[in-house]
């Protein structure tokens, strides 16, 4: 997660991952479609691996950030680091035993990916209804006739979730079950507000059937790699990551046709994805949209590659303490022509992008709907934009797409001529269990609720219902097109391994750095004006995280 650029940041937009045709909305807990409702409809016998039947025109190579080396850890501490926030009690050590029975309510917010849509009606405002967790419910329910209301709690598509989920925990009121990104954990941590899931990972699940991954020890049904990226900076797990998410560039082959490229050629440098952006503005045809400038941090990677191995010895997920210490030391330094040549190269892309592009009015539906209505060209998004492609009567024409090209020698003299790291991994629906369930004795129900939730056919069934997400949950079948993107994923860090990622760094200093982007990309601030901006708050904020942590450098 995050590097921000115009109207909708990284951070923002995962904060804002919504269902199709919509982005989050109102501040209030809005119950729907609980287990017992007699307007769901029955629960299916969902079937063992069931296929996330995605097709389309995705790479069928994906680069892969492999790994060069053991995940590197801080050890888990026996409870979380903790000051208990006003109003909470004493940190909730990680106990082997839940607390509670498998009986009685439970709230549920599996993310606005995954909430039941208000209709199962489709239309055009409506492209893609869903109801899986509902079903799933339903057919737990019916394992466990002691267990009450399994309310699946909405959130409204246009709130911020992390300032809602804020709130929520402040009142009392989050559920037993939810959905939260575990770089905002990070900041958690010291709160009392989330509840270590180290001693539930390691026992069996029972839902799984015998000799299958997890069904000995449940986390060894994730995928190991992605999943290992998702432990906090005190060393524990909070959250359950169930399925994964990439980005691609996502291509009008008509409009390619129309400007006189080759539909079928994607570019697979940057130089030829200049040229490419050039010919459809000569051409006066559709410009490229972003629904969140990932790129911009996949540039960094590339340009500032010669010393990521300074910054991050040895290679697998980055630690953020690493990062603010490599800054602290002046490792990385923005006040370098390494550095300036990053962002004359951010500053380049301003003419081939939509001239909306730094509006802060545009949701990241909206930035969706340029693209599927043929305004722009070209569109940066992840696999949302997938299942929206394939489930839109009215589109009409071809797509592509294509992995971040490579910056070479052409581009910018610091290259090394590695490839983009694919952006993504169990960055998408992660699920903690809340310091409420412990308190109201509803722990062993959400425990053992998540369990069955991410069993092969369960996971199937939500993931492949929506088409727009890969499983992080092994003996779940993808189409042949996305198995190069689950490789990738599966089998690399993604970001996790990117030392210029928006989540190495304090939320407050990732947004004030791309928000001194942005005023040189609208021509505020010039280059070196940039350079020390950044360098300033990038020292302060790692001086600061490198206190409140007491990290030694």
Avoid at 391 to 404: I, K, T, V
Avoid at 517 to 535: E, H, N, S, V
Wanted: proline letters at 8%.
């Amino acid at each position: 997660m995050k590097s921000v650029r115009h109207a909708i940041s990284r951070r923002t937009l995962l904060r804002q991952v919504a269902p199709a045709g919509a982005l989050l909305v109102g501040g209030v807990l809005l119950q729907a479609c609980g287990g017992s409702n007699s307007n769901s409809n029955p629960a299916p016998t969902p079937q063992p691996t069931e296929p996330v039947k995605q097709t389309g025109a995705l790479p069928t190579t994906v680069p892969v950030s492999t790994p060069t080396g053991v995940p590197v850890a801080a050890p888990p501490t026996s409870a979380p680091a903790a000051t208990p926030a006003a109003g909470s009690s004493t940190a909730v050590p990680a106990s082997a035993t839940p607390v509670g029975k498998v009986a009685g309510d439970l709230q549920i917010w599996v993310g606005t990916n995954y909430q039941p849509s208000a209709s199962m009606e489709k239309s055009a405002q409506n492209l893609q209804p869903h109801n899986a967790v509902v079903r799933v419910g339903d057919a737990y329910k019916k394992l466990h006739p002691e267990v009450g209301k399994l309310d699946f709690v909405v959130v409204p598509t246009t709130t911020d979730a992390r300032l809602w989920t804020e709130t929520a925990q402040a009142g009392g009121t989050i559920p037993h079950i939810s959905w939260q990104h575990s770089f905002q954990i990070d900041d958690d941590v010291h709160k009392n507000w989330w509840v270590p899931l180290d001693p539930f990972v390691a026992q069996p699940n029972h839902y799984i059937k015998a000799g299958d991954p997890g069904s000995k020890v449940w986390i060894e049904e994730f995928y190991e790699i992605p999943t290992s990226t998702k432990r906090s900076i005190d060393g524990h797990l909070y959250v359950i990551p169930y399925d994964l998410i990439t980005t691609f560039y996502y291509y009008n082959k008509d409009l390619f046709k129309k400007a006189g490229l080759d539909p079928e050629a994607a570019p697979k440098t940057w130089a030829e994805f200049e040229k490419i952006q050039q010919t459809l503005k000569d051409k006066g045809i559709g410009p490229t949209g972003h629904t969140s400038w990932w790129s911009d941090t996949q540039v960094a990677q590339m340009v500032f590659s010669s010393i990521a191995d300074k910054v991050h010895p040895g290679g697998g997920p980055v630690l953020r303490k690493e990062v603010e210490c490599a800054i602290k030391n002046g490792i990385w330094d923005y006040n370098t022509p390494m550095a300036a040549d990053y962002l004359r190269i951010l500053k380049a892309e301003v003419p081939f992008s939509d001239p909306d592009w730094a509006s802060t009015a545009l949701t990241a539906d909206a930035w969706r709907q340029k693209f599927m209505t043929q305004q722009d060209a070209i569109m940066e998004d992840h696999t949302q934009l997938v299942g929206l492609l394939q489930s839109d009567p009215q589109l009409g024409f071809q797509w592509g797409a294509f992995s971040c090209p490579t910056i070479t020698k052409e581009t910018s003299q610091f290259s090394t001529g590695r490839p983009a790291p694919p952006i993504g991994g169990a960055t998408s629906t992660q699920l903690a269990i809340t310091t409420r369930a412990v308190k109201e004795e509803r722990e062993a129900l959400a425990v053992d609720f998540l369990m069955y939730f991410c069993t092969p056919e369960n996971a199937a069934l939500v993931i492949g219902e929506l088409n727009n997400r890969l499983p992080n949950i092994k003996g779940v079948n993808v189409a042949e097109d996305l198995k190069g993107p689950l490789n990738a994923i599966a089998n690399g860090y993604g970001e996790a391994a990117m030392f210029v990622y928006g989540d190495k760094v304090s939320r407050e200093t990732d947004q004030k750095r791309a928000d001194a982007i942005k005023l040189m990309r609208l021509g505020k601030a010039d280059i070196p004006t940039t350079q020390k901006t950044i360098q300033d708050l990038q020292m302060q904020g790692a001086l600061a995280d490198i206190k409140q942590n007491n990290w030694s450098c």
